[in-house]
């Protein structure tokens, strides 16, 4: 797991048995929404296993991919015409790459493309056009990708979950979504100038997403380097990418990772507007941050992590605490705003704030800076007061038409996980909840992929809507290649987890083919319509290494003799055969004894 | 994490940082209570940690280890004259060890003991001396081991969590012990014939245990391999450990793995009496069990797993289940009935079973023959059939004074597993709860030691008393070394969340203690307090190899200009610098404004 990698080409082709399909639209017939198709052996006698692709053209194998040209701008034209006005975008700053020039400076992406931005008085988010009743090809995209490929006619639903009160309905139209996200409920981001990208949807009604994080190394990266980290973390399931580099050449490298990406990009501009007063929290302006707002929605970036809850009055409520404010974006505002006496520059300015965010559609992340950091912190009277304020910027951005999510904790005991999100709920006006871990204990380093899952699982079932990824490495270092991997196949069994005890329609599919598969020994089918058919396949082979096992109708941990599985199938048989089996189990149910008459005892 | 292993020697050593210290009893003042007491850096100016060390004398310096001679006998002299006698034992026939004969037999323990057994008519179990007011040495010494060190007297308590209606005192008294195991709340499991053991606690009221799973392998091992196994798990925290081994040499390495262990060992009969009739369900016998119950008894097993809930007239109800009977002892007990068209002899002759558990004070842990092997199984008409028979063998074990614990799933979906535990409370008397997992979905193969974390955690907050561990190659393969301690630490992570979340007194000590380490930047406090001190020093190393890193003051995820606790710091100080700081967050708090007037804006 911990071998160091050399600097990867891009990952492309399809996952084992599998296929990549399009769905088209019908309101807008030019969609084409993938999925992926899952082949199973003829002996099953069963239709692919359907399931929810990420992963974009890179696992298309009649895609040719070229990070230099970038990919297809499937979205182009989206935009409804009088509403959105190209014009000569803000021009790249010294700064913007941290002043780094000749051959340390990481290339400008070779395709610059002039900004589109909302004309002048119209918002172009979702939300306004779900608000003016408007279904666009965004709203029918994800409509028809949360549905896997579902027929809702076709099949009668047995429904069976405890969703806490949400409203997931038994098949996603794009009316539905509409109104989701014209309720606030949900959100779609896909920035304007961001065409790329695959639309996907974040709200407690939908399908839980996952994130992963992404960064630049301390070492200057490649171009190559960093889109791998993308495609690598979308290969194995990611839903949005958040960008969190730092130091140099960000403006560039970033603009190569959007024009690469099919997800959602998220970021933190407060980052990189430190990187432009070298690193100094206290000389960080509105001016600079504003700008740092404007390229960054201009190179098409879909939702930002905006720390406008970081409250001067709150930050004396820290001053107590077992880890203090662990949040970079939190730790950088509570620093500017003692060091200054004033208030946040990001709650006196939020008005301006949104003023942006509409004009592009870039969605608004509310972070949460006083998230606590360790189990001691959890659910303290810093954590809540920021999240009342969040629940009044929400307000105030949903009066402008801007779509917003809400960031979480963080460090949270099982017992304290619900009351977070029943007060988020209540607090933000069911804006869609997004969460870090949270981790139920601090007390494994190296694990907190597993001890964060547990948080995860719980409050994705809660209600949760996009479950921030961590990796083995949290708290040590940075992740490489195998911890990305490990951290994203974590938190896609977390929300799945999450979305199986909900009683979504669509999950318990795959459960139910896997486990058949298991059953009747088709163990390529089960390797296959795993998350990660790589490790079940390699950890099979070093039990029973042989292809022929592969077609073993037993267990590797048993052996021929002794397995369970082969027991059951006999007993399968011999139930059937025997005449009455049924009914005689009736009759127990009823509250009948045994069926067999004592004499017939010691027969045989 | 899938190298191949060579043969190991056995572990020994101290954990990073750690000493083994010893309680002693008052009631009984020649206890010693092992605990481990983690020590911090002069500069934290606090006392070490004291952890629960289920090791043994293995991580103790002064101890020699000598696996021939096996290990030091503390509970000679615990039993009661005139309760007890010794005997001479069943002589071990050829078909013990599978009829291996020549060099491929397992040499037989070098000593062999003249087994005890209750005196006609008497009960030696914890059970029956608890009724009768009497508190064993056994007792005592759970009572000081589940305290971790703590006095009562000298700490003021806050207790924060949700235990579900359980009854976690503040202080654990040997009298509290004693009247838990009076009224099958907790068990011990403690043969009279496994001296060696280190008593420990299994129920709802006390820490949460979990137990791992070992076994020989299919190519013939050696002694010191099999015990390898088992320290290599209890050096990393398995409370208890189960002998899963089949095949050849099964009694023989049973005995040198009883006499090196000092935590309880667990056997589920029914393999070996497979074993002795060929593999052949059809061909077991009452008297080939009872036998098979004789021998593992007099050896010092001290738990057996006993599939008696598996009755004729539930079989029918596993028939058309996606996948059927899962469990090892369940199907072969299955297949019996159904061959035969008769009663499982397990549930026939359950009272003779009770008989010798009672002489021996083996514990029972009574099977889920009939758990779900998926989550389209989970809380099916067969699972809770057999749950509410084991309910009814629970009064008849207990009428006999036998200590019992009732086994659970398994695959259940998050929404499903609270009834799990209400049910098993309500129909079992609360007699502790012993699950699997369970596995919260079916999806990732590779990765079950996660998605039962989740469900694990889950079910030990909700009340289970011990976890069942399981490997990433659940379903796949047999662990390997490095698999049996990512499943141990796994699981210790789901326990402790569970002591967590339950509000254990003791249990929330060593997350404040990392997360202040973490503050502080006490790096190597900060390792050493961990579940696994190697593999988070390894990570860290990855990113910041350097020595001098160890003593950075700051994270090597952000570097030291962008790291968030460092900044904390300056808060921290700033903060309590500033005159008057904390009034005014009270003064927020009763609903104040900024506490800076307006006109000082732009100050500085």
Redesign the interface.
Known sequence: ??K?NPIPTITTGPLPASRKVWHPGQIHPGLRVPMREIELHPSAMEPPVTVYDASGPYTDPEAVIDIARGLPRPREGWTVAGDVERYDGRQVQPEDNGFVTGERLTPAFPRQYQPLRATEGKAVTQMAYARAGIITPEMEFVAIRENLGRRAAREQLIRD??DWGAAIPDHVTPEFVRQEIASGRAIIPANINHPEVEPMIIGRNFLVKINANIGNS?VTSSMEEEVEKLVWAIRWGADTVMDLS?GRNIHNIRDWIIRNSPVPIGTVPIYQA?EKVG?I?EDLTWEIFRDTLIEQAEQGVDYFTIHAGV?????????ER???????G???M??WC??????SFLYEHFDEICDIMRAYDVSFSLGDGLRP????DAND?AQF?ELETLGELTQIAWEKDCQVMIEGPG?V???KIKENMDKQLETCGEAPFYTLGPL????????D???S??GA??IG?FGTAMLCYVT??E????P?RDDVKVGV??Y???A???D????HPAA?L???A???A??EFRWED??N????PD??R???D???PKEAHKLAHF?????P??C??K??????A???A?QG??D??QK??EG?????PAD?????
Chains 1, 2 share one sequence.
């Open positions: 797991m911990n160091h979950g405890n301390a730092t430190l690193g929290a409250r001067l009055p709150f930050i004396p409520l820290t001053a077992v880890t203090g404010i662990v949040s970079r939190g730790s950088i509570a620093k003692l060091h200054h006496h004033r208030e950091g360790s189990i001691a009277a007061a460090h005991p099982m017992h139920t204990t601090d007390i494994a380093p190296g694990y992929h597993i001890t899952a547990i699982a719980m079932w083995p490495k708290h040590l270092g940075l490489d196949i974590t896609k069994i977390a799945h987890a999450a199986l005890a909900k009683g318990k795959r459960d139910d896997l486990s058949r298991r059953f089960q390797f319509i795993s998350l990660d490790t079940a390699s950890f099979h070093q039990t029973l267990c590797s941990m048993c052996g003799k002794f369970s599985m027991i059951s199938h006999d007993i399968r011999e139930a059937r025997q089996m049924e005689m189990a127990y149910r009948g004894d045994l069926y067999m017939a005892a010691g027969q045989d």
